[in-house]
């Protein structure tokens, strides 16, 4: 590998992990106002499973309509600055930081440039940087959700679906954080972990059906998209909540008719999406927490970089428990 190439994982179509491949590609050069950072750790999350395969399909019209505009991937990553552009006065050569990319990807490769006022912070020094890597994606997804469409209250009861997955670990500790009463609905094996993240009660998913327990929740966090606003109203206060990451067309339908009528309301958010500076406003929330010990990650498993595609299997299978990493072996 030469001076001006990197290695980086690149996908050439939508689909299977398959079509991850690990290529040669130009090294990025840092215009004035942008950073050069030498990853160490970078995330494969749901989103990049579902941008993997451009699902749902009106993503295609900001990815790319035929085939990825960014063929790189990866959003969420955390290393060191090794070079600034002439015009950066936030950062300097050799601190650690973390952030994402957003909608210009990236990040599942040896180096990644991004402006000096994206979505990028100082790594906390009480932090790996596999662990760092991984706070873009469920504590600042969850914060936006609970903290700004939620409006989260203390002594409000809220339920998290998909309690161990990255979303799920940091929604039931936000929400205990910021006072709440927190149930967690996971599989058998994950109770004891949502347990230990602070749930006030736990619902084996196996054995019982939260919308029919005949309790109700001011706020209703589906991580996974795997409940609906239809199946969950009866289990929603007068005035609840159902939050939901994944966007499919029923829940587009129900977000324009809560919005009118009824009090029970179903709501989303493309948290990348947001405007940088709210999103830097909201790491700055994250850091507080972070370097209080009030909140933690979590890491299942971590692969080689070469082995993205494997991690991308296994992201499919819907049982990791909270984040997968990949890590860069010549580091």
């Known amino acids: 590998m030469t001076a001006q190439t990197m290695k980086a994982i690149v996908l050439s179509r939508y689909g299977s992990p398959d079509f991850l491949q690990m290529q040669e590609v130009a090294k990025p050069v840092p215009e004035a106002k942008e950073i050069l950072v030498k990853v160490h750790a970078s995330t494969v999350t749901q989103a990049d499973s579902m941008m993997r395969r451009a699902d749902p399909i009106i993503c295609r019209f900001f990815l790319g309509f035929f085939k990825p505009k960014k ?28 952030g994402e990319t957003g909608v210009n990807f990236g990040a599942n490769a040896e180096y990644v440039t991004l402006p000096e006022d994206g979505v990028l912070a100082l790594k906390p020094a009480n932090l790996s940087f596999e662990e760092a ?51 967690g609905v996971s599989s058998t094996r994950n109770l004891e972990l949502v347990k230990s993240l602070g749930a006030d009660q736990v619902i084996d998913y196996t054995k019982t059906d939260f919308t029919k327990t005949g309790q109700t929740y001011d706020i209703i966090f589906d991580t996974i998209g795997k409940s609906s606003f239809s199946r969950s109203k009866n289990a929603l206060a007068p005035e609840g909540i159902y939050l939901s990451p994944k966007l499919r067309f029923g829940l587009l339908l129900q977000m324009l008719w809560t919005l009118k009528f009824g009090t029970k309301k179903a709501k989303f958010s493309a948290t990348g999406l947001l405007p940088h500076e709210g999103l830097r406003t909201m790491l700055g929330q994250l850091m507080g927490m972070f370097n209080e010990g009030k909140l933690k990650t979590v890491v299942d498993r971590q692969y080689p970089l070469e082995q993205a595609a494997e991690a991308h299997q296994y992201v499919d299978t819907g049982h990791k428990r909270g984040n997968v990493v990949l890590v860069k072996n010549w580091i």
């Open 71 to 98: 063929p790189i991937t990866g959003t969420g990553f955390a290393g060191t600055v090794e070079a600034v552009g002439i015009d950066v006065s936030q950062f300097k050569i050799g601190d650690e930081v973390f």
């Open 133 to 183: 890597a991984t706070i873009t994606d469920g504590p600042l997804t969850s914060l936006n959700f609970l903290q700004n469409l939620g409006h989260l209250k203390k002594a409000q009861k809220v339920l998290v679906n998909g309690a161990s997955g990255s979303l799920g670990t940091a929604a039931v500790q936000l929400a205990k954080y910021f006072g709440a009463h927190v149930t």
